[in-house]
C-alpha cells in the first residue's frame, strides 16, 4: 500500500474536517429552507472515504453509492461549490440543479451516483465492473451501500453473478449501525454482515472504519485482488452515523449516550491526535487548517446562494434530445 505519511494525515484531517463542515453548512441551510427534500449526512462515516481515496487508482476506479452522497464525490475531485449548488436546485449544480441530495453525479471523476432506492445501486456498481473488465481497462469499482441495503435482494442475485464472473468490483457495507431507525439486530439474526461474502464463496471480512488505515490496508487487498483479475471482495466497514438518518428524524431508537460513545471513537480526532502525537503540525498550522476549511464552506455557500436557478426549459432539454420538442403538445415556454 502506498506509505501512510505526515503529508497523507494532514490531507486526511483537512479532507475529513471539509467534509464534516460542509455536511454541517447543508444542516443549517436546510432548516433555513433552502435545501429542500431529503437531506442524509455523511457525519461520523468519513474515515471510510478517506481510506478509499488513499489507495484508488483516481484515474481509473469507480464509485457508486446511495444516497448518502454529497461528500464522495468532492474526494474525486468534483468542485464543492457546484455539489452544494445541486442540493440548492441551482442551474450551477452538478445536475443543472435537477438531481438535488441524492443525485450527485460526475461520470467525469468516476462517481456514479447518488442512488434514492435502497439496494438499487448494487447491481449497477456490478455493471459498471463488468464493462472495466469486457473492455479490459483494469479498473475495479467501489460499490457502497448500507447494512439496510445488505438485507435487499438484489444484493444475493449480484454478489453470485460478480463472483461467478470475477468482477473487477469490491463490495463495501458501510454498516453504521442502522436503516432509518431500524437497529441491525432488529432485522438480522447474525449481525455480522461480512459473513454473507462466505455463503458466495467470495473473500470478505469486517473492517474497523472509524480509522482510515484500516480501511486502506482493507481496500487495498481488496482492490489489488480486484485488478489482478481475481474478482470480487466483500467487505463490512463497522461506521456510525452521528446525526439521524435524514432531516426530520427524533431519533427514539437510541440513545444520546450511545452516540457519545461512537464520539470518543471519532475519526477527525483521531487523526488529528496522531498529528499533535508525531508534531506533524503546531497549534498555529493546524488553527490554519481549521481556517481554510471554514473559508471554503463559505465559499461554497455563497456560491449556491448566488447561482441562479436553471432556466425552466432545461426540465425538457434533458428529457428530451430534439430542440424543438415533437412529442409535446404545448412548446415549453
Ligand atoms: C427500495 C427501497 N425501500 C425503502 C426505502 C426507504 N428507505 C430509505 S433509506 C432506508 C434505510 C437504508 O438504510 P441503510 O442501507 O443502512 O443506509 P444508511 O441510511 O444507514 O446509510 C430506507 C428503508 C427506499 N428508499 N428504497
Ligand atoms: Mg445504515
Redesign the pocket.
Known sequence: MKKVTKATYLKWYEDMLFWRKFEDKLAQVYIQQKVRGFL?LYNGQEAILAGALHVMDLEKDKMIT???NHVQPIGLGVDPKRVMAELYGKGTGTSQGLGGSMHIFSKEHNFYGGH?????QIPLGAGLAFADKYFKREAVTLTF??????R?GSLHETLNMAVKWNLPVVFCV???G???GTSVARTSKGTDIWKLGNGYEMPCGPVDAMDPIKVAEALDEAIKRARKGDGPTFLEMKTY?YRG?SMSDAQKYRTKEEVAEYQELDPITKVLSVIKDKKYASEDQIKEINQRVKDKVSECEKFAEESDFPEKNVMYDVVYEQEDYPFLAHKPQ
Open positions: 442524509h446511495a444516497y448518502r434514492g432506492i435502497v439496494g438499487g451501500l448500507g447494512d439496510g441495503a445488505a435487499q458501510e454498516n453504521n442502522y436503516a432509518m452515523r438518518h
